[in-house]
């Protein structure tokens, strides 16, 4: 007999995303301000969890529900979850994109300005997430590192440019008014 899985309650909990993903960038600058080069590379894993939780938690705010769409046969049919309602995976330009396609205003091809002496500025908001993707699967274990060029502080600067831009999304996803996290 097959057991049944269930949907996470925080699947489709905006305002817990975004409040987890407050907490990996609060983590991921604070690493970034050390000027510690050991530190920057858990503060660059940081940095794509944060930008991964906060694109997930604007998608939930959209409808959404973060759930593994392979899944979805194990799920009771009584849920009603479909496979085009799901959000999934760790790549940044795909969540990216899936929002973008809902909302005119969110432009990857903005351009972003930040100090910065590794990355060329100006740098699109497409570009920007494209140096952050491989964060998530180069930086976290021990690995040959194949597809990140350079990593130091004015990665946490291209991050907070990017923060920057996105926080009008965000700032529209209710938050709770002691604003913390998993009451």
Same mark, same amino acid.
């Given at each position: 007999?097959?057991?049944v ?23 991921c600058?604070?690493?970034f ?22 694109? *997930? ?16 046969? *194990? ?17 940044l ?7 973008a *396609? *809902? ?54 600067s291209?991050?907070?440019?990017m923060i ?20």
């Amino acid at each position: 007999m097959q057991s049944v899985m269930a949907v996470d309650k925080y699947a489709t909990n905006a305002r817990e995303w975004r409040l987890s993903g407050d907490i990996q960038l609060r983590a991921c600058l604070y690493l970034f301000d050390s000027g510690d080069p050991f530190l920057f590379l858990p503060a660059a894993v940081h940095g794509h969890h944060a930008l991964e939780i906060y694109l *997930k938690a604007l998608l939930i705010s959209d409808g959404l529900t973060v759930f593994n769409p392979t899944n979805i046969g *194990k799920l009771d049919p009584s849920v009603g979850l479909k496979k085009e309602n799901c959000v999934w995976d760790h790549k940044l330009i795909p969540l990216a994109e899936a929002f973008a *396609k *809902k909302h005119a205003d969110f432009d990857l091809t903005c351009l972003l300005v930040a100090p910065t002496v590794v990355v060329q500025m100006p740098i699109t908001l497409r570009s920007a997430f494209e140096i952050f993707d491989p964060f998530f699967t180069e930086l976290r274990y021990p690995v040959e590192v194949k597809l990140v060029d350079g990593l130091g502080q004015e990665h946490g600067s291209l991050l907070e440019a990017m923060i920057a831009y996105l926080e009008p999304f965000l700032s529209r996803i209710p938050m709770a008014a002691h604003g913390g996290i998993r009451e």
